[in-house]
């Protein structure tokens, strides 16, 4: 009885004091889980005593690249052709792994006395260095991290492996094309993006996302370098400036002029002396980039037709910028409240507030 009085006052204590926050802290439980599954003394040869460790040998081959291999089942059940059928079945529709990279998994099965042995063929219609390549992405931030890194690089996939994924290919078409506004000094064209999802649910899903540029890696790494090298003499001529936003899109407005009808690529303005207002924001962004100016490319519309602009830093604050309503004597900054005078609208969520 003492006892028990002295765990109640000792919690009592702990709730009365600061210390009861320790015992308000979510916590979550993990509980290891071996991969491996069990082997009759060869590595090649896996033993299973269950369905789930039949389904688990064959995730383990699929995941080596195993084309052909032998489980021992030791389930205690005479008919074993269905019981290996649904795990083959299982594997290549509901496990990710399994769905985006196997075509489909053949077996002959050999009783022995005290089992019987499967005697396992995968087909592949992924290459291993394809399966290696996966990359584990948790949340929509590591999401478009890893399609900024593809899209910096003209990369024509990028495969993840996510968990907790809930969303469509809409969702991540949409992470894409944020990810190219991200890296206004790559975007030379936003590229065809593809999106297939396997399985078709579950908690850990394979999400493949296929680029389709218009040109060719090499063309578009060519255009790159020489887009660099502008930006470069550019920022060094404008280092040290005053008013440095303003003083980036006069010089920009000096090289070229707005175009409704013009191009929407960053090195447009510099190519043809023109671009749309795609264009320019995207060229502005490149070269804030270059100045270490923090600096967004914004999307919205002005009287229902859809434009570009950017926000970028000042020293009153995030500001609204837009070259293709300047004619390159007044660079105006403007809030928020002044932008939304002027017609603009956006989505508030995707950019800083522009305030006094």
């Known amino acids: 009885m003492r006892k028990v009085r002295l765990v109640l006052l000792m919690a009592s204590i702990l709730l009365l004091s600061g210390c009861s926050a320790l015992l308000e802290r979510e916590y979550s439980q993990v509980t290891p889980h071996n991969a491996v599954p069990a082997t009759e003394g060869d590595p090649s040869i896996l033993r299973a005593d269950s369905y789930q460790e039949l389904v688990n040998a064959l995730i383990y081959f699929v995941s080596g690249g195993v084309e052909e291999g032998t ?17 083959c079945l299982e594997v290549v529709q509901e496990d990710p ?25 995968i087909t592949y219609r992924r290459t291993r260095e394809q399966v290696a390549s996966i990359v584990q992405a948790t ?4 999401i478009r991290g890893e399609l900024e890194t593809a899209l910096a690089s003209f990369a024509p996939e990028r495969v993840l492996r996510i968990s907790y994924f809930e969303q469509d290919e809409g969702f991540i078409q949409n992470l894409a094309r944020q990810a190219y506004y991200d890296a206004p000094a790559c975007a030379l064209g936003m590229p065809e993006v593809s999106v297939f999802i396997y399985p078709n649910s579950g908690r850990q899903r394979i999400v493949e996302i296929l680029l389709d540029y218009s040109q060719e890696p090499q063309e578009l790494e060519k255009r790159q370098a ?42 447009s303005l510099f190519t043809q002396e023109c671009a749309n207002s795609e264009g320019l924001a995207l060229t502005y962004a490149a070269l804030c980039q270059q100045l270490n100016l923090p600096c ?12 570009f602009w950017n926000v970028v830093q000042t020293e009153a604050g995030w500001r609204h910028i837009d070259l293709s309503a300047m004619d390159g004597r007044e660079i105006p900054l403007y809030t928020d409240l002044e932008f939304w005078e002027l017609g603009y609208s956006w989505d508030e969520t995707t950019l800083p507030s522009c305030t006094e």
């Open 71 to 87: 489980v021992r089942l030791y389930t205690g059940t005479e008919d074993v052709e269905p019981f290996l059928a649904g795990a």
């Open 226 to 267: 020489e887009l660099m090298q502008t930006l470069e003499e550019l920022a060094w001529d404008l280092t040290g400036q005053p008013d440095l936003p303003s003083s980036t899109a006069k010089a920009l407005l000096e090289l070229g002029e707005y175009d409704p009808q013009g191009e929407a690529c960053v090195d």
């Open 296 to 307: 967004h490319v914004a999307q919205g519309t002005l009287e229902d037709t859809t434009c």
């Open 139 to 142: 949340g929509a931030t590591a």
């Open 97 to 121: 792994l399994g769905a985006y990279c196997v075509e489909f998994i053949k077996y002959t099965v050999d009783p022995v006395v005290t089992y019987s042995e499967a005697r396992v063929n």
